[in-house]
Structure formats: structure tokens, C-alpha cells
């Protein structure tokens, strides 16, 4: 099974570039779910229909649902929200951590698809799904959710384990949530299991496809820019972009034309700022992309006659190594001059600057502040290193 997942900053078009994918991966004959895993679902409304959270046949070979995590979590875990908050709460300490990141809506939802994601995989019922997320902060929340959590459910579960059997003779007195048995944290466990489960399949290139939506708006290439670094970071495979509603050549009204003339700019920057995933692009369409039609001439602007399940591109834009008192940053860049090549940083991006290339290189958090100690680039690979030196001690202060 494919799995191929779009997010993108808020309204830029990631509904309806999962629902046109799903329906185009449909047409070409895979047998395609489409789910939204976005609180604020509107794929039903994209797609001009209604949908459950289980997977509904909205034409041949293309299904589609939203997740409805209370439920799901429920079902997974076999035990209501409610009793489980509860006791997570009563614990205090490290648990709190855990039952706030479940409690929290977002974290509801992430773990219910994440759960679900891999479900579906192993059914096999399913050639290709496309996951229509939430916006990129929270997206990123979703998938950093794994590490997360395997790193509190290994000391959690212990510890929750050894309360269970102290406590239960005295329950009551010092907790008013009921301890649980055995079996809850069995099925903790599990939880935990399906969520590096499905951790490997997403950040596996083999399985998953992350597609970034942005318009051409600084705001919108700023916030995906940084996905962009943290998903690389943490290994999730970034395969292209597609840059929605471009004011299109037909539209000569001279109001739109320093539209069309800043949107040309800020085109140039996305193709420097991804290099070198493949870009699509998608014109503004005279009208909102809602239902099958609409959606199907979508899906012909991003892909033509490409099959959207293929992959277009594999590989690491960049990566970050630690060595002998240094990080080394390693990224792919068109080519440039090595004479010209100039560096520096500014606030929490690096500046990457070569003649008329340019690129703002939003840095990762382990990586600020940290002073530039030499850069090479080599011609070869088209790969800039740049050595930052970690601080003195070790241990950066924050
Ligand atoms: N290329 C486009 N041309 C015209 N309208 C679009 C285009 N892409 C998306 N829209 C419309 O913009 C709105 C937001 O799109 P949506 O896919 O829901 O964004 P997101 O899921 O990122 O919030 C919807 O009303 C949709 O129909
Ligand atoms: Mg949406």
C-alpha cells in the first residue's frame, strides 16, 4: 500500500489536493482510500458528500472517512476516554505529560490515525491512502507523536504497573480514578506498538510520499519551509511540491497584474527553498474546487497523465551529522560558483548566498545560535557541507 500524505499551512489547498489525488489514483484503477485526519474535517464538503468515520464507497474503486477519534480510541484501546484521562491524571508526574498530549484534541485525533494508518496497511485492503491532515504544526505534532511516545511509554508502563498492584487494596485513599488491570496496560502497550509500528511506515520511501501545498504567499512558504526542515530532520521523505492557485496567463485584468508579478517572485524562491524536489503546479480555478468534476480537472493540473501513486522523487535534501566537537549540515543545491559562495546567519536561518542564488535555510532547533566554523561545496554531489561548532560543555543552554 502507497501512502501518500499532504500537508501544508492552513487553506492553501490540502483537501482538495488529497481528494483529487484519491480520485485520480481511483481512475487508474487502484483501489483508493482517502481519510481525513484534520479536526476541522472538510473533505466530506470537498468531495460534496457525506462520510463516517468508517471508510464509504463514494464512487468505484475511491472510498473515503473521517476519522472521529473518541471513538476510534476507544476501540483500539477498549476502554473509555474518560477512565483512561482519569487515571493518567491521578497518577501526576510523568503521566501528566502522557495524558495531556491524549487529551489534548490534537493528540486525540494524531494517535487514532496513526493507530489507523497502520490497521489499514496490514489489511491490504487498500493499494493506495491518501491522508488529508491537519495544518503543519500539527502535522508535525502527529508525527513527532511516535518518538514521543516511545520514549514515556517504556518508563509510564513500568511504573504505571507497579502503582497498579500497591494501589489497588488501598484504591481510594490517596486516588479517586480506578486503578486498572492487567489488561489496560497490555493494551497500552499494544497502543504503543502500533504507533512505532506506523512510525516506520511513514518515514519509510518505500510506503509514504509527503506532498507539501503552499500558495505563492510569503507567509504560506515561510511555515512550509520549516516543515520542510523538520520533516527531513526526523526522516519523513518530502517527494515534491505542489504550488496551488497561481494566478494563471489568461488572467490579464491589470488589478491582478503585481499580484502575478509577486507571485512570480515567490515562485523562483519556492524552487530554491525545495531544490531538488519536483514542483507542480495548479492554477487558480475560476471557481472553488467542490465535487467530482471539480476535482477530477484538478487532479489533471497536478499530474496530467502521471499515476499520482508513482514516486518523483528519493532522496535526503539535507542532513545533519555530529562529529568530533561539530555539526556538519549537508545540503543539496543547484549549482554555484564556489568563489561566490558566501555565508552567514541571520536570526534562525541560515543564509546561503552564490551570485543570483539565494536561499534562506531555516535552521533546526539543535543547530541556533551556534557559530559557522567553515563550509565546502562539492561540485560532484551539488552538496554544500557547513560545519557548525557545538558549544563548549557540550550541552547547549536554552
Ligand atoms: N486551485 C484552486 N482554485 C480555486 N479554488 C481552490 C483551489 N484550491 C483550493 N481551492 C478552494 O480553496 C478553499 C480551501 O481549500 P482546501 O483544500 O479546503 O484547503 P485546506 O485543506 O488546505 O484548508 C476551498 O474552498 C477550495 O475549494
Ligand atoms: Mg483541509
Redesign the pocket.
Given at each position: 500500500m502507497r501512502i501518500i500524505l499532504?500537508t501544508?499551512?492552513?487553506?492553501?489547498?490540502?483537501?482538495?489536493?488529497?481528494?483529487s489525488t484519491a480520485l485520480r489514483c481511483a481512475e487508474m484503477g487502484h483501489r483508493t482510500l482517502v481519510m481525513s485526519t484534520?479536526p476541522?474535517h472538510?473533505l466530506a464538503?470537498?468531495l460534496d458528500t457525506t462520510l463516517a468515520s468508517e471508510p464509504r464507497e463514494v464512487r468505484p474503486g475511491l472510498y473515503a472517512m473521517e476519522v472521529d477519534p473518541k471513538a476510534q480510541i476507544e476501540k483500539d484501546i477498549g476502554y473509555s476516554m474518560q477512565f483512561i484521562t482519569e487515571w493518567m491524571v491521578s497518577q501526576g508526574g510523568i503521566n501528566d505529560i502522557l495524558a495531556q498530549e491524549m487529551m489534548a484534541g490534537e493528540g486525540l485525533i494524531g494517535a487514532a490515525s496513526l493507530g489507523l494508518i497502520q490497521e489499514f496497511h496490514r489489511k491490504g485492503e487498500f493499494d493506495v491512502l491518501v491522508l488529508?491532515t491537519a495544518?503543519t504544526g500539527q502535522t508535525l505534532q502527529l508525527l513527532s507523536m511516535p518518538d514521543v511516545m516511545g520514549i514515556y511509554a517504556k518508563k509510564f508502563l513500568r511504573r504505571g504497573r507497579v502503582l497498579a498492584k500497591v494501589g489497588r487494596p488501598t484504591v481510594g485513599l490517596f486516588t479517586s480514578a480506578p486503578i486498572p488491570e492487567d489488561e489496560f496496560f497490555d493494551e497500552m502497550e499494544r497502543a504503543n506498538e502500533r504507533l512505532q509500528a506506523t512510525r516506520r511506515l511513514l518515514s519509510d520511501p518505500k510506503t509514504t510520499t509527503i506532498r507539501l501545498?503552499v500558495n505563492l504567499e510569503k507567509m504560506v512558504i515561510k511555515e512550509t519551509e520549516r516543515a520542510f526542515t523538520y520533516l527531513n530532520l526526523f526522516n519523513y521523505p518530502v517527494e515534491s511540491i505542489v504550488v496551488?492557485?497561481a494566478l494563471p496567463p489568461e488572467v490579464q485584468d491589470p488589478y491582478f497584474r503585481q499580484w502575478k508579478e509577486t507571485q512570480q517572485g515567490y515562485l523562483e524562491e519556492v524552487k530554491s527553498a525545495f531544490y531538488p524536489l519536483p514542483i507542480r503546479q495548479?492554477?487558480?480555478?475560476?471557481?472553488?474546487?467542490?465535487g467530482l468534476d471539480?476535482l477530477s480537472r484538478?487532479a489533471r493540473?497536478v499530474y496530467g497523465e502521471d499515476d499520482p501513486s508513482r514516486v518523483f522523487y528519493e532522496g535526503k535534501p539535507f542532513e545533519v551529522t555530529s562529529r568530533d566537537g561539530h555539526h556538519l549540515l549537508s545540503l543539496h543545491i543547484p549549482f554555484v560558483q564556489k568563489k561566490d559562495l558566501e555565508l552567514l546567519t541571520a536570526g534562525d536561518e541560515l543564509v546561503i548566498r552564490a551570485g543570483p542564488y539565494q536561499r534562506l535555510f531555516p535552521l533546526p532547533y539543535a543547530l541556533l545560535g551556534l557559530p559557522l566554523d567553515g563550509a565546502e561545496f562539492k561540485e560532484e554531489e551539488k552538496r554544500l557541507y557547513v560545519r557548525f561548532k557545538k558549544n563548549a560543555g557540550g550541552e547547549k543552554k536554552r
Open positions: 499532504f501544508g499551512k492552513g487553506g492553501v489547498g490540502k483537501t482538495s489536493c488529497s481528494a484534520d476541522a472538510s464538503d470537498s488529508d495544518p501545498v496551488n492557485r495548479v492554477p487558480m480555478f475560476n471557481r472553488e474546487v467542490v471539480a484538478m493540473a
